[in-house]
């Protein structure tokens, strides 16, 4: 069946290294779109990628969807401690939402 | 202010004891799901429903149900709960399938003994 991976589970970083995660699916997606909950939260949307290859910024945040449509990343540039929680990346190969495990971001001041 | 709002946010029962999460949206989205959340597993979708009177399983329905009859509410049934339904669950409101944001609850946290 349908899998989204996503690695690392968990990260360290002090505070203004950067961070990056990683989202691969099994099969190729129509859009990929990137969630942030903080702990005790609800997820929250950061960004949507619909284009093969594109490429979105915001602020310290870059957001890549692959060529194949299969694959993501989101780097972040200079963590801040404001940048703590778990990040989900979430596919849609059809009408179902498919979420990676997610990584767990610890900024270390 | 859009919102999607779950009831109760914290929940205790025993096995086999009927109970209903509620959902409700104010944006008139489409497009509604409910998920359970669990550590190292991330979200999975249970059900969703794409309009009025439209809902399809998602990746792990069993012991579920779920009804769709106006467009602003979700309701999640658990007809007889068992502990490995213990989980973090969330609804998501989203206007078209995939092509928006998801917008979601506050989460229920549901222990069942």
């Known amino acids: 069946g349908q899998q989204v991976m996503q690695i690392p589970q968990y990260q360290h970083v002090q505070e203004g290294e950067d961070f990056t995660t990683y989202c691969n699916s099994s099969?190729?997606?129509?859009?990929i779109q990137w969630y942030k909950q903080r702990p005790g939260g609800h997820p929250v949307f950061l960004i949507q990628?619909?284009?093969?290859?594109e490429v979105k910024k915001q602020k310290r945040l870059t957001f890549q969807f692959g060529e194949a449509k299969k694959n993501s990343s989101l780097h972040i540039t200079a963590t801040q401690t404001t940048d703590v929680g778990t990040y989900f990346c979430?596919?849609?190969?059809?009408?179902?939402?498919?979420f990676g495990t997610g990584t767990s971001l610890t900024v270390i001041p | 202010e859009a919102q999607v709002t779950q009831n109760p946010r914290y929940l205790i029962t025993v096995t086999g004891k009927k109970l209903t999460v509620t959902c409700s949206q104010n944006?008139?989205?489409?497009?509604m799901s409910w998920y359970r959340q669990d550590p190292g597993l991330g979200l999975r979708q249970i059900y969703y429903?794409?309009?009025?009177?439209?809902?399809d399983k998602g990746d792990v329905p069993e012991g579920y149900k779920v009804s769709r009859k106006e467009k602003r509410n979700f309701p999640l049934i658990l007809e007889s709960p068992s502990p490995n339904q213990t989980s973090l669950y969330f609804c998501?409101?989203?206007?078209?399938?995939?092509?928006?944001?998801?917008?979601f609850g506050a989460g229920t946290r549901l222990s069942v003994l």
């Open positions: 944006m008139n989205h489409e497009y």
């Open positions: 998501a409101s989203t206007m078209t399938g995939g092509l928006g944001i998801q917008y």
């Open positions: 979430a596919g849609l190969p059809g009408n179902q939402f498919y």
């Open positions: 429903s794409m309009n009025v009177e439209v809902t």
């Open positions: 990628l619909v284009k093969s290859g």
């Open positions: 099969t190729t997606l129509s859009n």
